[in-house]
């Protein structure tokens, strides 16, 4: 069976993968400091900033595709911190470079926000224009991705829900919230085309299956505000409605700026073999979970 490296796999979308095993690979995951719990994976610490020792890790493991999800996706701590500008570029430039020389499967999650939000819904040929730093070094990746490695498959990767146990995501931080009788506040006027992290899963086993290479988009079936999700969120957990509190951008302070609407259009991927099923659906399915813990 062939072995799949899969890069962060303590983070939100690792813990999707492990839940949608596939039968043709083996997975290896790397964790940079706290051991993930997670059943049926090889699971390895190493600091991917460290270039000799993942030149040793990958001459010991020889992997036959690697799934580069690790990042810093902070959007406001990218701002101000230069030194994610090595994990979210030097890193991923250095595993392209290995793959190609290897010629072997390289797919990296790249993210909607390479988009200034100003020309709604993207395809994969529309010009990027990112607004923030993470934007930016996303971008600078996927540009010395296809100069290293034209075969390696880039996916843009946008809001991205569910209610993985390691607790990440803000739909948990959102239920909790909720739960407990306290307000949340959702942006009304930023649009996104949200897709469930067991949906992202599939979709990458399916563009490594059918041997993709390019630029793909990852998006969800749906165009919806933050607001229109924690309110169908909160319709489908019973919870009270009343504790969203719509708000807008401009009257929150960040350090990163945020575009209005990065809506993508992915029907390129849908013919691909991406399966991505409504936001009602899936929160029907993990609501019944949650009730049923």
Known sequence: MKKLLVTGISGFLGWHISEHLQSDYQLLGIYNKTKPDLKNIQLEQLDLTDQSAVAIFLKEYQPDAILHLAANSNLNDCEQNPLSQIINVEVT???????????????????????????????????????????????????????????AIITRMPLMYGLPKN????????????????????????????????????????????????????????????????TQMAE???????????????????????????????????????FPKKISENLIKLSASEASK
């Open 236 to 274: 489908h957990f019973g919870l009270d409605k009343s504790l969203i509190i719509p708000s807008l951008q401009k009257d929150v302070k960040m350090a990163a700026k945020r575009p209005a609407d990065v809506s993508l259009v992915s029907e390129s991927t849908f013919q691909i073999g991406f």
């Open 167 to 230: 607790g990440l995501g803000f739909m948990n931080a959102w239920l909790r919230n909720l739960q407990a009788g306290k307000n949340v506040y959702c942006f009304t006027d930023e649009y996104r085309t949200a897709t469930f992290g067991g949906d992202a899963a599939q979709g990458f086993f399916a563009l490594l299956k059918n041997k993709a290479s390019g630029i793909f988009h990852l998006g969800g079936p749906e165009r919806m505000s933050r607001f229109e999700f924690a």
């Open 93 to 151: 430039e250095h595993l392209a470079k290995y793959s190609a020389a290897q010629n072997i499967p390289f797919l990296f999650t790249s993210t909607d926000l390479v988009f200034d939000g100003k020309s709604a819904p993207y395809t994969t040929t529309d010009s990027p224009n990112p607004i923030m730093i993470y934007g930016k070094q996303k971008l600078a990746a996927e540009q010395k991705i296809l100069k290293i490695f034209p075969k």
